[in-house]
Each structure stands twice: as C-alpha cells, then as structure tokens.
C-alpha cells in the first residue's frame, strides 16, 4: 500500500471527505496543515496544477481536491 500524505487546510470540506473516504477503507494516511507550509511549497503544487486543497501525494500518484475515482486506486 502507498504512502498517503494529505496537504490539507481548516475547515476544508474537500478535506474532510478525503479523510472519510480513506477511513473508511482503512487507509492509513499523514496530514500536513497546508497553511503553515513555505511559500515555495504551495508554488511547487501550484506548478505541477495542484490548484485546490486537499492536496494528496501518494508513492506513484499526486491530485487535488476530493477525488474519489483515484481513493478507489489505492485499495487496487
């Protein structure tokens, strides 16, 4: 299984769903409070098209926002 971080802001609702829905398949995952990243951080995500929180970086995969089709990858 992947290593799952989640680069996340407060009361994100995107955020949230992500959390359930890994939960709920019992994926372990790290969050990261993306406001108390460097402006660099953020700029580095904005480069790659990462526009919208939550941010996940798996092993093989990155996305934003809540994603429920690329979840659905890391229980395959």
Same mark, same amino acid.
């Given at each position: %299984?992947?290593?799952?971080?989640?680069?996340?802001?407060?009361?994100?609702?995107?955020?949230?769903?992500?959390?359930?829905?890994?939960?709920?398949?019992?994926?372990?995952?790290?969050?990261?409070?993306?406001?108390?990243?460097?402006?660099?951080?953020?700029?580095?995500?904005?480069?790659?098209?990462? %526009?919208?929180?939550?941010?996940?970086?798996?092993?093989?995969?990155?996305?934003?926002?809540?994603?429920?089709?690329?979840?659905?990858?890391?229980?395959?």
């Amino acid at each position: %299984m992947s290593n799952v971080t989640i680069y996340s802001k407060a009361s994100c609702v995107q955020c949230t769903a992500t959390y359930r829905a890994l939960d709920g398949k019992g994926i372990a995952y790290t969050v990261v409070d993306l406001e108390q990243e460097p402006v660099e951080t953020v700029e580095q995500f904005k480069e790659r098209g990462l %526009m919208q929180a939550p941010i996940v970086i798996t092993d093989t995969d990155e996305w934003s926002g809540f994603r429920p089709d690329k979840i659905a990858t890391l229980t395959a």
